[in-house]
Every structure is written in structure tokens, then in C-alpha cells.
């Protein structure tokens, strides 16, 4: 797997950054629904647990479509495919994430045209790459539907065991694979590590493992800053509460949470930057 080639540092702080908003473009939709207890993503031991509204709802699945003048388009996550329309509730998981879901009494569903490839078609967007926030079947099943010729870009250390189980089928007859090695980035404080992934300050990778072991969460510089929590943050109210995911081990949801402590000093920080979580429907509807 190749590296992703890291253009020079142009901003060292985030006051420089986003005191020169880009031109660049954000949309996200949404591929499908989760339906589960939203608080099983959370860490297991925090005593918030019990605050928690353990009722099963609709989560959502997004992806987000970055537009770059001089680059072209690309996605961040890619949600679902038609599967999940063809084949519900779980389209296509592999035996192992099935047999999770249905002992989780995690159910998920699809409208007609919600898919990836769809809604694509509908935008006349053919991205040219995909920047994971992390590799968990939900944020890949949309894999199987994008161009052999797609390159997809996630954490050096993300491809563990764990992960290549739960999504490897999604990437049968892929090619072109490149990875972001935080170990070094500069850190950009109150964040940690960062890159500045085309040069310009318009779209940023930033590092906040915990909840698998090389998450990422983007910023979007445009005129409206966004801050893509991804699962650093499943949803608002574990944001605003403190409450980490968890992680593959407790070592996993240690970690959630000192990544969790730096979004929320930056969110603290920078008020303007709009948030959108990992899988909350009114967040991003903010965000068009």
C-alpha cells in the first residue's frame, strides 16, 4: 500500500487556517438507516451510560461529498450500496458483521435510490478517491459500487485484523490503495496530529484513534467551516456529555476518549466551525 504523498506544511495553527476559508464545497447525504440502540456504541463503563436513551432509533448512514476546484470530487465514507435495498436488513455484511447486528438487534434499511451509486448518478459526481474516517462496514459498504480505478485512502495502522474481517469483501477487485501515517504529521494544537491533505488549508485529516485504531475526523475549510467528527462522535449528546465510543479493547476506548477530550477543547475553542457527528441526521442537515 502506497503512502498518500503529503503536499508541504502551509499553516501551523488553526486561526491561520480558518482566517483563509478555500473554495471548496461540501454535501452530505444519507444511504440508508441503522436502526439500534444508538448508546451500544458508547463506552460500555462510563456511568453516563445510565443518562443514556437506550430506546432503538434511526441512525444514519452518510457519506460526504467534497467538491475541490483544482482537484475534482471526493468522498469521505461511502455509507451503503443497493444492497441493503436488495437484500435488507443487512445487504452486504459479511457472515460475521450479520451474526453481530442480529445478536445487537441491529437492523438496517434502504429507500429505493438512497444508495451510493444513485445518488452519485443523480449529482454527476464520479469521485476520483475516497478518504475513510475509519474502516467499519458501515462507512464502506458503498465500496463495491465506486470505479475499480477509485483510490482508497485511510489510516496506515486501520487495516488490522479486526477490521480486514469485518470489511475486506467490499474491496474484492480493487486496486489502488494509499494510506495518511499520522506518526508524522505535525500536531496542530488543541488537535493532534494533522495533514493538510491537498496543501491548500481546505481539507484536513485529523487523527483521533480510539474507537478503531486509526480514526480520522476531517475539517472542511470553506466558507462555512465543518468539522466531520466521524465515530470520534456517533451523535450530540455523547459529544456534549463526555461519553467516548468504545473501542476494539479498553485500551481502544482509553484512547476514544483522550481524542474525544481534544474535538471538544477544539469545538470549545472555535465555535463557528460547524459540527457534524458520525451518524446523526439533524447534524448534517445543518451543514448544506
Known amino acids: 500500500m502506497a503512502p ?22 461540501l454535501v452530505t447525504f444519507q444511504t440508508g438507516t441503522i436502526h439500534m440502540d444508538a448508546c451500544l ?13 437506550h430506546e432503538p432509533r434511526d441512525l444514519t448512514a452518510l457519506v460526504h461529498w467534497v467538491h475541490h476546484p483544482r482537484f475534482g470530487d471526493f468522498l469521505i465514507d461511502t455509507g451503503f450500496d443497493n444492497s441493503f435495498a436488495k437484500h435488507p436488513p443487512y445487504g452486504n455484511y459479511t457472515e460475521a458483521m450479520k ?4 445478536t445487537n438487534g441491529v437492523t438496517n434499511s434502504q429507500q429505493t435510490g438512497e444508495d451510493l451509486s444513485a445518488q452519485l448518478a443523480r449529482l454527476h459526481v464520479h469521485p476520483r478517491a475516497v478518504f475513510f474516517t475509519h474502516l ?16 482508497f485512502i485511510f489510516g496506515k495502522a486501520e487495516p488490522s485484523f479486526l477490521a480486514r474481517a469485518a470489511v475486506a469483501n467490499h474491496f ?22 494533522c495533514i493538510d491533505l491537498f496543501g491548500d488549508g481546505s481539507l484536513w485529516a485529523i487523527s483521533v484513534p480510539g474507537h478503531t485504531d486509526d480514526d480520522i475526523a476531517y475539517l472542511v475549510n470553506g466558507s462555512q467551516p465543518v468539522l466531520l467528527t466521524g465515530d470520534a462522535s456517533h451523535f450530540e449528546w455523547a459529544f456534549k456529555e463526555d461519553v ?45
Not at 456504541?41 to 436513551?53: H, V, Y
Not at 451474526?99 to 442480529?102: E, K, M, P, Q
Not at 467499519?136 to 480505478?149: E, M, R
Not at 482509553?254 to 466551525?273: C, D, G, N
Open 172 to 193: 474484492s477487485g480493487k486496486r489502488k490503495f494509499s494510506s495518511l501515517d499520522f506518526s508524522v504529521a505535525p500536531r496542530m494544537s488543541p488537535l493532534g496530529p
Open 41 to 53: 456504541n458508547l463506552d460500555p463503563a462510563s456511568p453516563k451510560q445510565a443518562q443514556c436513551d
Open 244 to 288: 467516548a465510543p468504545r473501542g476494539w479493547n479498553q485500551t481502544g476506548t482509553a484512547r476514544a476518549y483522550q481524542s474525544l477530550t481534544l474535538l471538544r477543547e477544539f469545538a470549545k475553542t472555535y465555535p463557528a466551525v460547524r459540527l457534524v457527528y458520525g451518524h446523526e441526521r439533524g447534524s448534517f442537515e445543518a451543514a448544506q
Open 99 to 102: 451474526l453481530f447486528n442480529r
Open 136 to 151: 467499519h462496514p458501515d462507512h464502506t459498504g458503498g465500496v463495491p459500487a465506486l470505479d475499480p480505478q477509485t483510490e
Open 4 to 25: 498518500y504523498e503529503v503536499p508541504p506544511v502551509a499553516f501551523t495553527n488553526w486561526g491561520d487556517v480558518l482566517s483563509h476559508p478555500r473554495d471548496i464545497s
